[in-house]
Nanobody, 114 residues
Framework: QVQLVESGGGLVQSGGSLRLSCVTS????????MGWYRQTPGKQRELVAT???????NYADSVKGRFTISRDNAKNTVYLQMNSLKPEDTAVYYC????????WGQGTQVTVSS
């Protein structure tokens, strides 16, 4: 059974930082491209950042220079370090594992107050 479990969300003031974690099980983590996406009510889920199995990264323009995605293959975990948070970063953040099949976590709420 594949599981992706996010943690680390919460309430933070504008300018603050949070670190999200996504622990996976049931997949060969090292061969998957991992990603973080976010969604707000009434809007489509959007890409935040991805990291390939070779650790190449890609970021949405809105988070470049503020967010950093990383992975630890020994721990089957992907991280999202979020700095200089803004109110517009408020969303539910989802972890994604992508190869021939796509898997999602249940999401973790991030709220940034102004």
């Amino acid at each position: 059974q594949v599981q992706l479990v996010e943690s680390g969300g919460g309430l933070v003031q504008s300018g603050g930082s949070l670190r999200l974690s996504c622990v996976t099980s049931g997949i060969i983590f090292s061969i998957y491209e991992m990603g973080w996406y976010r969604q707000t009510p009434g809007k489509q889920r959007e890409l935040v950042a991805t990291i390939t199995s070779g650790s190449s990264t890609n970021y949405a323009d809105s988070v470049k220079g503020r967010f950093t995605i990383s992975r630890d293959n020994a721990k089957n975990t992907v991280y999202l370090q979020m700095n200089s948070l803004k109110p517009e970063d408020t969303a539910v953040y989802y972890c994604n594992a992508d190869r021939t099949t796509n898997f999602w976590g249940q999401g973790t709420q991030v709220t940034v107050s102004s």
